[in-house]
């Protein structure tokens, strides 16, 4: 079974900067995509960014220009470079690998990131 494990979060100052990592392990399709959400509280989860297997990308216009994804197919990784970060920012963000075929959505357990002075 695909497990995730998430790696990154923590506490950052306004304008900073963070990396977050998620390796999925176990067997997995070689059509799949692999992405971050957020969820802050009293909010409802939200698409931050998704990469598919040959690098296209999605990116939610409240990060474009500020947050990059990125993925090492060989590691079965995927990262979150997040620059300038706003307190608007903070949330619990969650893995996500989504496989079309066979058909499959596995979570990782979310880390949580705040941006605050």
């Known amino acids: 079974q695909v497990q995730l494990v998430e790696s990154g979060g923590g506490l950052v100052q306004p304008g900073g900067a963070l990396r977050l990592s998620c390796a999925a392990s176990?067997?997995?399709?070689?059509?799949?995509?692999m992405g971050w959400y957020r969820q802050a509280p009293g909010k409802e989860r939200e698409l931050v960014a998704a990469?598919?297997?040959?690098?296209?990308?999605n990116t939610a216009d409240s990060v474009k220009g500020r947050f990059t994804i990125s993925r090492d197919n060989a590691k079965n990784t995927v990262y979150l470079e997040m620059n300038s970060l706003k307190p608007e920012d903070t949330a619990v963000y969650y893995c996500?690998?989504?496989?079309?075929?066979?058909?499959?959505?596995?979570w990782g357990q979310g880390t949580l990131v705040t941006v605050s002075s």
């Open positions: 990469i598919t297997s040959n690098g296209s990308t």
């Open positions: 176990g067997i997995i399709s070689i059509f799949n995509t």
């Open positions: 996500n690998v989504v496989s079309v075929w066979p058909r499959f959505e596995v």
